[in-house]
C-alpha cells in the first residue's frame, strides 16, 4: 500500500515540474526571452552564388591572343636559352586597358584583386569601387597597362575568384570615359604658392622669419648687422634678389579679383566651375575624360595649384542604336521630284 502511494506522489510531482515554467536567478536570460534582439538583414546572395552563376555558364573560353613571333636567335642565343630556360620577351607593345569587375559586396575582395594583379607585376593607374544598385553587388573599375596576352590571362585568373561574378574588358569597346577633379588654386599668383604652404589649412601667405637678434641689444650692432647683410647680398645678387614691398589692400583685391575672373573663365572653358571660394584660394571642379582633365590640370598650374584630387577612371558602354530596315527600303523606293533634279 505505501508503495502504491509513493508511486502516485511521484507522478504528481512529475506533472506539476512538466507544467511550471523554470525560473532563473540572471535577469538578463529572462530580458533575451521577452524581448526580440534586432539582427542585421540576411544578405540576398552570398560568395557561393557568383560560384553557382559561373558553373551554369560554363563554356570553353576562347583562344588567348595570338603573341608576335619573335625574331630568329642565333646559335649562341639558342644554347643560351636552352641551358638557362628563358623564352624570349614578347615583342607586343604595352597599351591601356579598362577592366570592369562585378563583385560580391563582402570584406577582403578588393585585397584579394589587388593581390592577384600585384603578383602578376601590374601597376594600377586607377581604381574606382562602389556599391550598385543591388546591395550585394559591388562595380569595380580597374585602368592597367600591360600587353594583351598577360592581361587576358590576368583577367581570367580574376574571374576564377569565387567572390567575382564576371570581368569585361572594355579595352576596343565604345565607352563613356568620366574622371572627377578636384582642384585648390591660389587667387594671388604663382608668386605666392610657396609662401601660402607655409600658412597653414588657410593658406595664409607667410614669408620666412628673418633671424632676429637678442632682446635688448646694441642699435650700433644692429646697424652693422644690416651692413654686412647688404654687402653679402651685394657680391652675390642671385642670392640677394630684391623683395617686392607688400602690396596694398586695394591691389590686393584687384589682383585677387582679375585671378579668380581667369580662372572661371577658364573652368567654364573646360565645363568646369568654382565650388569654394575662400580669402587666398578657390577650389574649381571639372568632369571629363583623362586627356581633358590632365590638359586642364596644366593649364592651372600657372595660376598657383595649391593641391589637387583625382576620382579615377569610371566608364560605361554605349548602347548601340539599331536601324531599322523597313526604314531604309521606304526611302529607297519614295517617287522623287522632278523639279527638284538638275537641267538636263
Known sequence: MSNVVASAGRARFATAARTLKPRYFSSS??????????KPPKPIDDS???????????????????????RSRS???????????????????????????????EPGVLSRVSGILAGRGFNIDSLVVCRTEIRDLSRMCIVLR???GVVEQARRQLEDLVPVWAVLDYTDTHCIERELLLAKVSIL???????????????????HPAPALPTGANPKLEREAALALHFEHSADPESGAHVPPPLTPSQTLRLKSDNLQAIQVLSAQFGGRIVDVSEHSVIVEMCGKTKRVEAFLALLKPFGLLESARTGLMVMPRTPIKHSEET???EEGAAVDASLLPPG
Do not use: W
Open 48 to 70: 557561393t552564388s557568383a560560384l553557382d552563376y559561373k558553373r551554369t555558364l560554363r563554356h570553353r573560353p576562347p583562344p588567348l591572343p595570338s603573341m608576335d613571333l619573335p
Open 328 to 330: 531604309d527600303d521606304s
Open 189 to 207: 599668383g604663382p608668386e605666392y604658392v610657396e609662401e601660402q604652404l607655409l600658412g597653414g589649412p588657410t593658406h595664409e601667405p607667410r614669408r
Open 146 to 148: 600591360g600587353q594583351d
Open 29 to 38: 536570460i529572462r530580458r533575451q526571452e521577452g524581448e526580440n534582439a534586432p
Open 75 to 105: 646559335a649562341e642565343e639558342a644554347v643560351t636559352n636552352i641551358l638557362y630556360n628563358t623564352p624570349p620577351p614578347s615583342l607586343q607593345p604595352f597599351k591601356k586597358h579598362v577592366l570592369n569587375c562585378l563583385v560580391q559586396n
